[in-house]
């Protein structure tokens, strides 16, 4: 019943209620709805998908259920499965090749996805399949260099006519319809659906449905949804009702699917052949496949001997010899000439040479004054234009390209040069390489060492020169602030240390148990060692400075990379006693006697 009506559905003859029966009738082998795909780090640079928490879309397929077309594979197979050599080359609108950049794209997203979700079980052949009956593998492989459409794929408008009915969700952003949606891309998504699984495979910073690679990558993790595995027709069959619901879809997916399964050839990009027959398409008007035998003449009927052939008025009576007629002279066809096939700039390239850039260095949190170009030379050492050269940072460094990214790619100019966009280092030091190789090509990369080291200083002094003093228990002021330079030029970013030593003479820099110490004024933390670093302007205030519980010098040593260092001499003296005053005594009362007093003296009588 549903093959019957996907037939009806793909002459475009049916009714609003046919539709709805046929909806109905193949929604029992939808698959279920999908769930988002798992993050894909296989890039390099970050987890791909965008919106992967979120539902597909409402509509139940990636394509909406848009037409496809319909040409089955040769008849001719190959007889050895895994074959690509060696097969038979057929062209015309079942063409059995597949353009080189699509070819790399499906075998891409099949090894990226295999890494990631290897339970998936997901084919490049499967993908190739689908690729074929949506786009017919786009466009016969019409891309540039970075493998986007020359100009955008649209399926037609999906207004209920014919069709579904889904209105606009993406502003015509990529259908150019703000009314209503329609499929896009060699893969055939809908806008929705898009919004979901879009990918950015080829990471040049955004996700396309009109670039093969993007849209490959999200197909394949599309068909792998719902932790299907692949090698399982069940999951299979699901997966591919996923992606359109049609048994007839479904059928012809699987023809071509087992086809390149038996093996298939490469093609130049934009040498393929778009299939004409579409299934919302007439039947018996198409144009006929160069594959299709050609019509037999019906063989003559012999005259029954003694019967008279009937003549036209005016021609030969019975018995009489006809007179032979001259045939027609004819006008030999014209052989139009064969344009040799162009071969994509990436095919072309033989190897990259590196070009002399200098030494690739720079100190921490800056940006290397040089980055890493590459030529893409042929056979011949010509310079290949129009190539697409992957820059890839690697190794334990968080040195990035602008704009954050550890991958970017570059497409070569009319010199054949490709340069990288400029670094930029971050905190860590030491070595690591950038590596150059061709997009959707095996060959060696081109390597490019680096190396980032720290920021130097080779003086250090203070910007005061008061004595820091301060008693037991109590803090030292003012701050202590120290100014950096590198050749008399000030040091921003240098990591200075600085430590408290018990005293000058410490040349082993210990920290002193009893010495000065540091203290957080958020924390309340104390410490005797801490690293700064230098603000714009080469300067550094270290934390406030207290005393500690013994009088005595100590040194507040600074070192800081390149051999700049200074010490700072810090006094703490014990507070000043007061000294404790002699109680006086009280006087003592004269004693008395016991009798009579004394009588004074009598002035004697006189005489």
Known sequence: MSAHLGRRLRRGATSGAVVAAAVAALAASQAPEAIPPTADNAGG?????????????????????????????????????????????????????????????YKRAEQSIRSTDPGCNLPWQLLAGIGKVESGQARGGRVDANGTTFSPILGPVLNGVGFADISDTDGGAYDNDATHDRAVGPMQFIPSTWATWGQDANSDGKKDPNNIYDAAQAAGLYLCANDRNLA???????????????????NTVLSWFAYYQRGTHQIPDGTGVLPVDRSDG?????PTSP??????????????????????PGGPTEGSTPTPTPPAPTTPPVTPPTKPPTVPPAVRVARLAPVATGQLTAVTESTFAKSPAVAALDASGTPVPGVSIRFEVTGATDTRFSGGATTVTVTTGSSGIAHAPALRAGQKVGSFTVNATVSGRTMNATVFAATVTERRADALVRTADDTLSATTGTAFTPKVQVKATDKGVLAPGVLVTAVIVAS???????????????????????FRTVSLKTNADGLITL?????????????????????????????VTAPTSTPTPTPTPEPSPEPTSSGTESPEASPSPSA
């Open 232 to 250: 399982l027709k069940a999951d299979l069959d699901r997966a591919i009702l996923s992606y359109n619901r049609s048994r007839e879809y479904l």
């Open 543 to 571: 934390p406030a400075l207290f005393a500690g519980d013994k009088a005595g010098e100590y040194v507040i040593r600074l070192t800081a990379p390149g051999g700049g260092n200074t010490d700072v001499k810090l006094t």
């Open 45 to 105: 640079d970050r987890a791909i998908g965008a919106g992967d928490t979120a539902s597909p879309s409402g509509d139940h397929s990636a394509t909406g259920d848009s037409p496809y077309y319909t040409e089955l594979p040769p008849l001719t197979t190959p007889n050895k499965p895994g074959a690509s050599i060696n097969l038979p080359v057929i062209t015309g609108p079942a063409e059995a090749g597949i353009p080189a950049s699509v070819l790399s794209a």
């Open 291 to 312: 594959l299709s035998p050609s019509p037999t003449s019906p063989a003559p009927q012999p005259s029954t001997p003694g019967t008279p052939r009937p003549t036209q």
């Open 282 to 286: 007439p039947r018996g008007n198409r």
């Open 504 to 526: 000058a003479s410490d040349t082993e820099g210990a920290e002193g148990a009893d010495s000065p110490y540091f203290k957080d004024a958020v924390t309340g933390d104390t």
